[in-house]
DNA sequence: CTACAGGTATAACCAACGACGATAGCCACT
DNA sequence: AGTGGCTATCGTCGTTGGTTATACCTGTAG
């Protein structure tokens, strides 16, 4: 396998646009259309397909992409390690949903960017896993039901779920709820089909009572704004704070989330094996 | 980086030659060595250095020609799983001393050796380590002093001492010796340097009695044969089977020496994962 | 339906890299 | 001093990969 038409595919893989990643590369587009021709003939096979107006990576395209970056990625490291110079390349953090903004602040903020760039990559569930398995993202943070086998998942901490009430309300004094006290409000939830949904649908089944909906929004972010804004009250995530001027209970019977730190097996370089600890020492501290 | 030339780099490292690497390349020996001097340029630092007559791999030398296996492994791999072929690459297990006959026997044995060719590897301790490290080797077996930090390393099995005397031998009916017992025979030892004989010199120092040379034998069979040959009596590791005509007395007192499975962390093929867990199970069992 | 926009695929041409044979240099051994 | 085995460099030539030009596809807008 000639490795510079494999590392030529890879950094097609990632626009799947032959036009945008030639530019990228400093090359032609036809330059790179032929390196791509030639690493499928290679494989002797197809290694992406039309779809109407796109493109999209087959099993074995996804494959050799992944074996592609993690390569690219071992080698500048390697290369660095070295020439002497300290490991410099970029660190990638995926992660879905509110981590980010609830679990990760603290880490992020005590990494040391100046010596390994932090690239952050906002996505869901399986799009952070995905990432992970396809070597776009060096680490990834999920909740619940998450890692597979291929990967290694590292627990950091468990999560239940909270009620954002106004102060005034009649429930604003309980010290936890349960489903049956909210079935008379209106809430403030996720669409259908988020997991965080998909949940309290859940809950309020087997508890049966029925969830009215006040407003779906998406995001945590979102949600609270609404519940401050009196639209209805907000089930929500125990890691998210409770804003100003509102208050939070505990709700009971809701199944605590974990979330896991996942993570290709194989290895890892300076900078992420620094973001890992940081991780899992901040997450689980806080 | 250029990964053809530092493939080209890793096949002259192997052999430390680059005519005969470059006859195995099936290329001329200075397009090989164009090959390697560019790569060295663009690195940045000398891969390699004259010592007399021959040439010795530098630091950055050796990482770079780890990396190169390694990378050729996994494409290897890679290029078989994308292509729907099942797995073919050889596994090669290294191992020092008397663990190749006493303790992997059954795991070589039941090793599908027709699905995946079987490479075998013997090296002492270091050695053994070294070749983990460098990649030239996927699995290995080395006793006690073996695995540093950057290797994974599984215990197999812990292992004690036990001294062969031929029947008529005042001390063979006892169940059980202690250095002093010995200090009026002639030994059957390991030639000095070598851990075993490091071991019983240590042991017989800290007990006051003095360890009587018989003979220097390098390797357990050779030790076996020459106390079988009533040359003197030989203290040798448990696993060694007692010999028909002779019987074996444990030694108390002798450190009991643990043996390793070490391994590069990384991502292993199915071939390798097979070995290891046949290892792993046979040695334990047996 | 036609025209257009954005991107993919192929062709013809040219520059650069890599392989080769020849050969000089180095080291150990006789 | 001479020889064998190997490393290192040079000039030459073929293959590979890059470039521009252009045809082709597919969805969208007039």
Redesign the pocket.
């Known amino acids: 396998m000639?490795y510079?038409?494999l590392f030529?595919f890879t950094a097609f893989a990632d626009p799947?646009?032959?036009?945008?990643a030639?530019r990228q590369l400093?090359?032609?587009?036809?330059?790179?259309?032929?390196?791509?021709?030639?690493l499928a003939e290679e494989v002797g096979r197809p290694l992406y397909r039309?779809s109407?107006?796109s493109?999209v990576l087959t099993a074995e395209g996804k494959a050799l992409a992944a074996f592609g970056r993690e390569v690219q990625d071992r080698g500048r490291s390697v290369l660095e390690e070295v020439r002497g110079q300290s490991s410099t390349g970029p660190v990638t953090v995926a992660s879905g949903e509110g981590a980010f903004l609830y679990l990760l602040g603290p880490a992020i903020r005590r990494f040391p960017k100046e010596r390994w760039p932090l690239r952050l990559l906002t996505a869901s569930g399986p799009e952070t896993v995905e990432a992970i398995r396809e070597s776009r993202a060096h680490l990834g943070v999920v909740g619940a039901a998450g890692a597979p086998q291929d990967l290694a998942a590292t627990p950091l901490r468990t999560i239940g779920q909270k009620v954002l009430l106004p102060p005034g309300h009649r429930l604003a004094r309980r010290r936890k709820l349960r489903p049956a006290d909210l079935s008379a409000d209106r809430l403030v939830v996720a669409p259908a089909g988020r997991p965080h949904r998909a949940m309290l649908d859940q809950l309020f089944r087997s508890a049966g009572c029925a969830l009215q909906v006040a407003v779906e929004a998406s995001g945590w972010e979102l949600m609270i704004h609404f519940a401050r804004l009196g639209v209805g009250i907000a089930v929500v995530n125990d890691f998210c704070p409770v804003p100003r001027g509102m208050v939070g209970v505990r709700l009971m019977g809701a199944p605590d989330v974990t979330y896991y730190l996942v993570e290709r097996d194989g290895i890892a370089g300076p900078g992420v094996k620094a973001m890992r600890q940081l991780i899992v020492d901040t997450v689980r501290a806080g």
């Open positions: 000639n510079e038409r030529a799947m646009n032959f036009t945008r030639a400093h090359i032609s587009q036809p330059a790179l259309h032929v390196q791509v021709r030639k039309r109407g107006k493109l």
